[in-house]
């Protein structure tokens, strides 16, 4: 919102997290986000706070953009952080205000918050949504020049049209550089967001069920996919398998889809997102078993190196990781696990503190009995034998991107592996 002309103040409830933002430095990697902060910062369009009263005095258009988590033990997700914004900002309020949605959320959300909101705000306050389409690693391209702009609101409140004429205020920019401006209502903006993450997570897991018939009968999965990525009614992205999806967002999402689907007795037509779930998880055990293969059948007292942690390259994000859920896994089975990322070392040790970690790609592979490739960051599908040859105990790799040329790897002599590919 800063970089496109708008003085903008950023609420966080950590104040570590508002000390390092208001210094310029980010508290997660992202691709050129940094560069958009400092840049800002020093324009004196944005700075950051722990006070809401000073985020309610200065504007009239607030967007919430915090966390929807899957519950302990559920699938619903928990709309904790939510409520907590509305509850604590709505009663601060000095003038009309509008709240604008970010976050995904179940179906119904965003009328029950508008209710609350105005239970509870001195001034008239609105609530709208406005999806966000982000992909991690590319989110500042993604923010700036977004394929659509999604908003919802509420057509029974006398407000809309003066909602509706704020926020095509703030992307006037956007606007003028002609990406679509979708305007729907509050129901349809919440299931924009979560419908495609499920298309998405449902294209992923068909190519890795597919993969398994590969593997079954030794075709390749990866010529497949290119010859159903030139029929345009299908397209190559989403298409290639591998261990899966992971992260903060497709996993929780399809599962706070099905539980909000079943509570509105719509349970049947999302039931088949089970099965994409389950698709996608037993592909991480498949790489557990492929490693115990590798090393003659037991994990017992093998050295194994992992590399890639985040769940996908150009992120620190562990969220869900499928590459650190595998590393986990085989440690769990007696191997010496040691992994290696470019970003997310420190993540990755919260989570998983008694992994071994490397600060080089040699380091991590060094008397290895099994590489495995788990993240397909450019560093490690740049690798070729002759990298890993000196330091290795075992010339075995599995590739569970499918993302280095196998046929180098089988000619240097090592034992290669895929995910569906002969």
């Known amino acids: 919102m800063a970089e496109l002309g708008h003085d903008v103040i950023g609420v966080d409830v950590d104040p570590g997290k508002v000390a390092k933002l208001s210094d310029g430095v980010t508290p997660f990697y992202e691709p050129g986000l940094e560069a958009v902060l400092r840049r800002n910062l020093d324009a004196g369009r944005l700075k950051f706070t722990t006070s809401y009263a000073e985020a309610a005095a200065h504007a009239e258009v607030h967007f919430l953009g915090v966390g929807t988590p899957q519950k302990k033990g559920e699938y619903a997700a928990d709309l904790g952080y939510v409520h907590a914004v509305v509850d604590t900002l709505a009663p601060l309020l000095e003038r009309p205000s509008v709240i604008v949605g970010k976050s995904t959320v179940p179906v119904g959300t965003a009328a029950a918050l508008g209710e609350r909101a105005r239970a509870l705000a001195p001034v008239d306050v609105e609530v709208a949504w406005n999806p966000e389409f982000l ?25 809309s049209a003066w909602v509706e004429q704020q926020v095509r205020e703030l992307y006037a920019d956007l606007l003028h550089a002609e990406v679509p401006f979708l305007l729907t209502d509050l129901a349809t903006a919440e299931l924009v967001k979560v419908s495609a993450n499920a298309f998405l997570a449902t294209k992923i897991s068909f190519i890795n069920a597919v993969s398994e018939v590969c593997d079954a009968t030794g075709a390749d999965v990866t010529v497949l996919a290119d010859a159903l990525g030139y029929d345009e009614r299908i397209g190559r992205r989403f298409l290639n398998a591998g261990l899966g999806f992971g992260g903060g967002c497709l996993p929780k999402d399809i599962r706070a889809f099905m539980a909000r689907a079943g509570e509105l007795g719509a349970g049947h037509a999302v039931a088949f997102l089970r099965e994409v779930d389950n698709i996608n998880m037993r592909r991480r055990s498949k790489v557990v078993d492929m490693a115990a293969q590798a090393c003659g059948g037991s994990l017992l007292g093998a050295n194994v190196a992992v590399l890639g942690a985040a769940f996908k ?3 620190d994000d562990v969220r869900d990781s499928p590459a650190l859920n595998v590393a986990g896994m085989i440690q769990l089975n007696g191997a010496v696990v040691t992994v290696y990322d470019p970003k997310a070392l420190e993540n990755s040790r919260r989570i998983f503190p008694t992994l071994n970690y490397a600060t080089s790609v040699v380091e991590a592979c060094e008397r290895a009995d099994v590489v495995l490739v788990l993240t397909e960051w450019d560093e490690f599908t740049a690798l070729r034998p002759v990298d890993l040859e000196p330091v290795v105990r075992a010339k075995r790799v599995i590739d569970g991107r499918n993302c280095l040329d196998r046929d180098v790897w089988r000619q240097a002599g090592w034992v290669y592996a895929g995910l569906g590919t002969s």
């Not at 991690?136 to 394929?147: I, N, Q, S, W």
């Open 135 to 159: 992909r991690e690693g590319f989110a500042v391209k993604d923010t700036l020049r977004p394929d659509r702009l999604v908003l919802g609101v509420d057509r029974q409140r006398d407000a």
């Open 313 to 315: 390259p150009e992120s």
